[in-house]
């Protein structure tokens, strides 16, 4: 069992930045790669961002290439999202989730085992 809560979330400007985390319980997080979505309003969850068991390995939606960066810290249990030139757009409920049954298809939901409850980023214009 893994347990997330995410932080960082908050209220910026366009062009701004924040850095979200994704805290996890428990002694098998390096054995996990790690996600974070996004559930804009009114709006399906999308997929954001990927890491690898080890952090050799990423992915990124096409939207937040360049402008997002994904990164863990294994020994701390603790995943991070940094993101840069916020857009109105990036406006959503970021959730980080925890899986390990197919790295080939790591941009579905359902490829993921454990979620966390989710933290909100709001972008203004």
């Known amino acids: 069992q893994v347990q997330l809560v995410e932080s960082g979330g908050g209220l910026v400007q366009a062009g701004g930045s924040l850095r979200l985390s994704c805290a996890a319980s428990?002694?098998?997080?390096?054995?996990?790669?790690m996600g974070w979505f996004r559930q804009p309003p009114g709006k399906e969850r999308e997929f954001v961002a990927v890491i690898s068991w080890n952090g050799g390995g990423s992915a990124y939606a096409d939207s937040v290439k360049g402008r997002f960066t994904i990164s863990r810290d294994n020994a701390k249990n603790t995943m991070y999202l940094q993101m840069n030139s916020l857009k109105p757009e990036d406006t959503a409920v970021y959730s980080c989730a925890a899986g390990r049954t197919d790295w080939g298809r790591t941009t579905h939901l359902s490829m993921y085992d454990y979620w966390g409850q989710g933290t909100q980023v709001t972008v203004s214009s």
């Open positions: 428990g002694r098998t997080f390096s054995t996990y790669y």
